[in-house]
């Protein structure tokens, strides 16, 4: 993967550093023109970062036709223009524009259906129950040295033997009996650390579980087809309180936890120039509630001083400088307005970046953490208006931060991909129009059409209303024009062609997003897809796509999570849980690829070996074995449909013993009776009867 070398650090150096480096900034007293010059960077950053997200790019990334009401093409717009068609919203200027016009504001929610159907795809690869990534041992481990020494003395006391019986010494037989015994001993200490592997992968499954990876996991996956980016983030250690019960009294301990959640693609902020999130810094805008912040104070590392300089300046709440998308998000998302703050959140600023070690040393961090004052060191700081409450040197040995950021369709070079509403936004925006169209037309041509002239109408005659057996009352023409003063029209009607142009929009979505309606369950599906061997086919195609996005999510995510995690064990634990010299695999490309064939592949091995011959070779354990995992692939409890062997040994032992006695009665039955005559009297007087 290209990564820098690992230094283990010795557990003593690296409690004495992280103590030395989690030194909290003192920033309490200052006004915002009078802060020291780390705020002043962060502040500078992130004045850089936000300017980027409100840019007009210079080249339109799929603006439609039909769209007009974007008039800048920023990235914060794109953002809203994803959820608004996820969301099936139109935006307030589009909405302005229908209402002039007074027709539909129907909304096809096309987007929305690809999105679910992506989301859907890929949760059924990565949230399986099945791990997508697994830990492979050293493929040459080492015998240990006292193993060694034991294959040489035995084989030196076989000599002896030999030699005491009289025996000539073979030399060529005891160097072929060592090379087997080495042989043996490398096949065991491949066996074993095959086994500390599938240990330590449980081990990191453990961590992942409890710090709630997989459901983070699952909301990235519902933010990667939306978005044209998604971030995952972590691991965060976080104080939480177990409870344990002794002799019947409940013990509570708080202790720290690792976690990983899924951060907003609105709150995530890089430097303009970056083509890879690892290369770039990074800005999260956090928010806290004020229960939060009282969480953090005494808590090892944070400035309690700025902490309740903060509550005390900021009691109802504060918000970081308003961007102009703020109000429509929350709208959006259902949240409360961005303006009101009713809630009293605090907003602040969480920067992973480079800092000059200058700026650190006036910022109060010790002379003895900073080596060189000129050269750059990569810091984690959190910072609530003017008040820093925490700052740190960055303990990820890699100097790398906690996010992961994926995309649906990649960009290369740059972070910024493309989700599938930028995708099909034309083709939306044309079903949108025809959809609309049709409900227009639907209800202009639902009825007749009724032309008045109300200056022959009589008094009191209602002309606004019609229903049936209706009296109209009119007047002469002073002129003597004797032409009807009402008349009916039927408008006609377009539903069919608008139908026609609405469904070939829904046919190019599928071709465009690569998401067919058929993998989202609609069986609105013809050609091909109308045999089983024509929708495999077309599965399989459409399933290209989503191997892309599978090895995307792969490298982006899973690669480097599982390897900063491994990481992080490996510095910090002192119980020898990791060996070291596991290699991290991760195959969600592999499982896209192959879950089905394997399925395939399994049904036609239980009917290849359905005779008596593979039967008695594979035996009943190995059969149950393929069964078990079948109906796991179809999403059925394997374990409990199929006996566990176990409980097959027990029927077959029952089974074993029916027949032995069994046939020991049938042997007993046909026994020779005393004095020449069978046991059974019917089958001697039968025997007599035929002599």
């Known amino acids: 993967m290209g990564e820098s070398i690992l230094r283990v650090i010795p557990e003593g150096e690296l409690q004495k550093r992280d103590a030395e480096a989690a030194v909290p900034v003192n920033t309490v007293g200052m006004e915002f023109s009078e802060m020291n010059r780390l705020a002043s960077h962060i502040r500078h950053r992130w004045d850089i970062f936000r300017r980027h997200r409100t840019e007009v790019l210079t080249t339109a990334t799929s603006e439609s036709t039909f769209n007009t009401d974007d008039n800048s093409n920023t990235l914060n717009n794109r953002l809203l223009r994803s959820l608004r068609a996820y969301s099936g919203e139109y935006s307030p200027e589009k909405i302005s524009q229908i209402g002039q016009f007074g027709g539909s504001k129907v909304y096809a929610k096309i987007t929305t259906v690809k999105c679910r159907g992506a989301t859907a795809m890929l949760r059924d690869i990565f949230i399986n129950g099945t791990r997508t990534w697994d830990i492979e041992a050293t493929p040459d481990p080492d015998v240990p040295q006292e193993i060694q020494g034991n294959i040489d003395e035995l084989v030196m006391m076989e000599a002896q033997h030999m030699q005491q019986a009289g025996e000539p010494i073979d030399e060529i037989a005891l160097a072929e009996r060592k090379k087997q015994l080495q042989f043996a001993s490398k096949q065991a200490a491949k066996k074993k650390a095959d086994e500390e592997a599938d240990r330590s992968a449980e081990i990191l499954e453990d961590f992942l579980v409890e710090g709630g990876f997989y459901e983070a996991l699952g909301e990235f996956l519902i933010d990667l087809p939306i978005y044209y980016f998604a971030v995952l983030k972590g691991p965060v250690v976080k104080m939480t309180k177990s409870l344990s019960w002794q002799d019947g009294k409940m013990i509570s301990v708080m202790e720290p936890k690792m976690f990983w959640g899924r951060v907003s ?191 022959r109408l009589g008094p009191n005659t209602d002309a606004d209303s019609l229903y049936p057996w209706k009296r109209w009352r009119f007047e002469d023409d002073p002129m003597g024009n004797t032409t009807s003063p009402i008349s009916f029209f039927q ?73 900063d995690l491994y990481d992080f064990i490996m510095l910090t634990d002192t119980t ?116």
Not at 531 to 537: Q, R
Not at 669 to 675: F, I, K, L, R
């Open 265 to 455: 693609p609105f709150d995530l902020y890089w430097t303009p120039g970056a083509t890879h999130i690892q290369d770039a810094e990074v800005i999260e805008k956090v928010r806290y509630s004020r229960a939060d912040l009282n969480l953090l104070l005494g808590v090892e590392g944070y400035n309690d001083e700025a902490i309740r300089a903060v509550l005390e300046k900021y009691k109802d709440g504060y918000r970081e400088y308003p961007d102009e998308f703020e109000s429509e998000r929350s709208d959006l998302e259902s949240r409360e307005d961005f303006h009101m703050n009713r809630s009293g959140l605090i907003e602040g600023l969480e920067y992973h970046g480079a800092v000059q070690g200058q700026d650190l040393i006036d910022a109060g961090f010790p002379l003895k953490s900073i080596d060189d004052p000129l050269l750059d060191y990569t810091v984690v700081i959190w910072m609530i208006g003017e008040f820093i409450i925490k700052a740190q040197i960055n303990p990820n040995p890699r100097d790398r931060h906690g996010y992961y950021v994926s995309s649906f369709e990649k960009v290369p070079g740059s972070i910024p991909g493309q989700s599938v509403p930028d995708i099909i936004d034309d083709v939306q925006d044309v079903a949108n129009a025809s959809l609309r169209s049709l409900v227009n037309n639907m209800s202009i041509a639902s009825g007749p059409q009724v032309a008045v002239n109300e200056d």
């Open 491 to 563: 408008p006609e009607s377009n539903a069919r062609e608008l139908l026609e142009v609405f469904n070939q929009m829904s046919v190019l979505a599928d071709e465009t997003s690569a998401i067919p309606r058929y993998l989202t369950g609609s069986n609105n599906v013809g050609g091909a897809a109308k045999t089983a061997s024509g929708l495999s086919m077309l599965m399989n195609n459409a399933s290209k796509v989503l191997q892309n996005i599978a090895a995307q999510i792969d490298n982006d995510v899973f690669a480097p999570l599982l390897q």
């Open 576 to 691: 020898g849980m990791l060996q070291g010299d596991e290699n991290i695999r991760v195959r969600g490309v592999t499982v896209a690829i192959q879950k089905e064939q394997d399925r395939m592949r399994k049904l036609e091995f239980l009917q290849i070996s359905g005779n008596p011959i593979d039967s008695q070779i594979v035996g009943m354990e190995g059969r149950a074995a393929i069964l078990r995992d079948i109906a796991d692939d179809l999403g059925m409890p394997g374990e409990k449909i199929v006996p566990s062997e176990a409980e097959l040994k027990a029927k077959q032992e029952a089974e074993r013993k029916a027949m032995q006695e069994q046939a020991a009665a049938e042997q007993a039955a046909n026994a020779p009776a005393p004095g020449g005559g069978s046991a059974n009297p019917e089958t001697d007087n039968a025997f007599r009867t035929n002599t």
